[in-house]
């Protein structure tokens, strides 16, 4: 889906949040790709992490050192993923950490790894223990536009946000990047996300706004089903704003900053969407009156993962039939499909168990032809609802990954 790349939010510095990015030529094109991030004493931060099980060598690093202490720097590399590579990966991915905690004066358990790229190739030793102390060399709390580019592997834009508000009167800064284009399905969703602030909370209250907005943002987006390797995001609150400490998720301060960290990471996940390899459309897979969020997200995802339906949303078919059928593979116990009611837009296409008197292929064909399109599902079995993000596939989609090595 064409962007403008031209085009960058203001990004708000966060005191005490530094940033450096060189061109270590771990990628082939020779562009940024290797970014260090310096931590304020003080700080505190969470992390979620991809479920699957054959993670990367950097994930199982990270989270062993986030177990034993707060980290006071961040490593990351595009272009090589580091996963699939065994005990050697690990061997690596501890070496590239100590580099930078010698660089910073810091023990090695304080840096938190993390890499995208390509599986089963061994890190570029050498351009690691060269490129991060140019990479550090170059720290400031301005250098979010370098950072959000020397994380971008099949990216077209960079993903970038910023939000100011008020907190008791008090301003709090909200800055974030994320990364991420194809590879792209929950748990997390190849993404990368770093969002800081500079607001005052507990290490309990800011694990669980990641995790919340995690779970409707990054896990709510899907662009071909795959589960990354090594999916990642970190939240990390510098304690810097002039603010009493947000300690009770049931403050009103917390619900206030929670909803726009919240903002922010689902507007990060609706650009990896945006920017899916190939893509030409956005398309939101809107589910209402199911019994529960599991049953919302069976049916989203099995219109959203089908590859007939993603296809014809390529070609601006109204094939409605696809759909229809997607839904019904769903797995819903005791479904009734004469209850069910689909839409494209506000257009009805499917009611009474098959097509809507009132569908016209003209209707729907003008849907199909949008570059933004909302699919609503309405079950009528409950009151839960929830929404998925997702892309066509395109010719583009399978030429990009065809030759994503070459």
Avoid at 143 to 148: K, M, R
Avoid at 234 to 257: C, G, H, K, N, R
Avoid at 372 to 380: F, Q
Wanted: hydrophobic share 40%.
């Amino acid at each position: 889906m064409t962007q403008n790349t031209s085009i960058r939010p203001e990004m708000h510095p966060v005191s005490g949040f530094y940033l450096g990015a060189t061109a270590a030529k771990i990628k082939k094109n020779g562009k940024t790709d290797l970014v260090v991030a310096e931590l304020a004493e003080g700080s505190i931060t969470a992390a979620t992490f991809t479920l699957n099980a054959f993670c990367a060598a950097p994930v199982t690093l990270a989270k062993q050192h986030l177990a034993t202490t707060q980290p006071r720097a961040l490593l990351i590399n595009a272009g090589n993923a580091n996963a699939g590579t065994g005990k050697q990966g690990m061997q690596d991915a501890i070496q590239t950490c100590a580099w930078l905690a010698e660089e910073m004066g810091l023990n090695v358990e304080q840096v938190l790894p993390f890499s995208t790229g390509v599986i089963g190739q061994n890190l570029p030793m050498e351009k690691f223990q060269l490129g991060i102390p140019q990479a550090c060399s170059n720290l400031s709390v301005t250098a979010w536009n370098e950072a959000s580019d020397g994380i971008m592997t099949t990216d077209l834009v960079p993903k970038q946000v910023s939000r100011q508000f008020a907190v008791g009167g008090n301003t709090v800064t909200i800055t974030g990047i994320s990364k991420g284009s194809g590879m792209i399905h929950p748990n997390m969703a190849t993404m990368l996300g770093f969002v800081a602030t500079d607001a005052k909370i507990t290490q309990a209250c800011l694990q669980k706004c990641l995790s919340d907005a995690t779970n409707v943002s990054f896990n709510r987006i899907t662009v071909d089903g795959d589960t990354s390797t090594n999916d990642a995001c970190t939240l990390t609150a510098t304690q810097q704003a002039d603010m009493p400490v947000i300690d009770s998720v049931d403050s009103a301060e917390y619900q206030q900053f929670a909803t726009v960290v919240t903002e922010v990471m689902v507007e990060l996940a609706q650009m990896i969407v945006r920017d899916g390899e190939g893509a030409t459309k956005f398309v939101s897979v809107v589910v209402e009156g199911a019994l529960d969020t599991d049953e919302c997200l069976k049916v989203a995802h099995a219109v959203a993962l089908s590859p007939l339906v993603k296809t014809a949303l390529f070609a601006s078919d109204a094939n409605w039939g696809r759909i229809l059928a997607a839904v019904g593979r769903s797995g819903l116990p005791d479904f009734d499909i004469d209850k069910i009611e689909i839409f494209l837009d506000d257009v009805c296409i499917v009611n009474n168990g098959g097509r809507a008197d009132s569908y016209t292929e003209e209707a729907g064909s003008a849907v199909m032809a949008q570059s933004d399109i909302t699919i609503l599902i309405k079950l009528h079995r409950g009151e839960v609802s929830d929404t998925v993000w997702t892309t066509d596939f395109s010719y583009d989609y399978v030429k990009i990954n065809a030759e994503y090595r070459s």
